[in-house]
Structures are given as structure tokens and as C-alpha cells.
């Protein structure tokens, strides 16, 4: 069975974006994209929410034009493309590629999308994971903790209802001080 992961990067504090959505303080470089690359190259679908997906595809339509030739960020681009893309939105009304639109996240449609064959889902956008996180559908968290507090900016988790019970898969620490935490449902 497929399944959903939540795949995204994170301040200390917990902090999905800093105030008025920066992203800047993301510490990210070949090694770690390079681990990105090798993980996402086994999936087999981007869940996205509309921003998140925009936001996308709107920096990576065009990235290869100023890339080098090879190396992790080349190779990023081309997994991105390739896989195809669920978008969850009940605004946009085009969209390019290999991707399809979604109005609503039905939790029993998310099931049999699991039960599908091939490699994981990955998602991204903090009102989607939260949305999934409702429904009980994620079952593996991989955050790249940066080194930095923010102090403020958007938190990529909401107060929850109840506690979920996670175990420690991997932890993974990069050159540029980035660690990953890796953790499983424990169902």
C-alpha cells in the first residue's frame, strides 16, 4: 500500500514560513537535494494544495534554463516533472503537465489512491497536510528541521484534537546543519 507522506522543510520552532510566506531562510544545497532527489525519484505522486502547487510550478517551469548541465538540481527537475501531481483546490481552474484537479479531499478516494500500486505520495502545503492530518491520512512525517528560530511566521502544524503516536525512523543530519527527522505513524 501506498503511502502519504508529509515531505517539507521546517524552522526549529516549528515554523512552516517565515511572515509574508518567506521561504528564504531554507538552508538548502546539493547534498541535501541530492537525498531529496533519491527519495522523491521513488515516488508516485505530488499531493499539493493550489498555492503550494503554483508556487511550484511557477519556479520549476523554467529552473533548467539556469541550472547547470547535470547534478542534483538538474535531476530535481526532471523527477518533478515527471511525476504526476494531484492538486486539491476549488479555485484553479488550469493546470499543465501531468496534473489533475481535485475539489475536495475525500478521505475514502485517498484510500483507494492508496491502495493503488507504486511508490509513495508525497504532500505539501500546510492547509493540505493539516487537512489530511484530520482525516487520519498521513502516514510518515520527513521534516528538514532548519537551524534557525523564526519567532513567527505561519506554524505548518494546527492545535490538534488528540495525540498521534509517531515512531522514529531516521534522523539524518547535512553539512549545512539541516537535520532530517523521519517518523512513521505507529499504528
Known sequence: MRKIVVHLAVSL???FEGPDHDLGWHRVDDE???CIDEYLATTSA???GRVTHQNMAGFWAGADEDLPSSGPRREFVGIYRRIP???FSRT???VEWATEVHREVDPEEIRSLQRQPGGDMTIGGADLV???RRHDLIDEYRLFVNPVL???GRRLFADGEAPTGLRLAEVRQFGNGVVLLRHERDR
Open 150 to 152: 523564526l519567532g513567527r
Open 13 to 15: 520552532d516549528g515554523f
Open 32 to 34: 541535501m537535494i541530492a
Open 85 to 87: 501531481r494531484i492538486v
Open 46 to 48: 505530488f499531493l499539493f
Open 92 to 94: 484553479l481552474e488550469q
Open 130 to 132: 493539516e487537512t489530511f
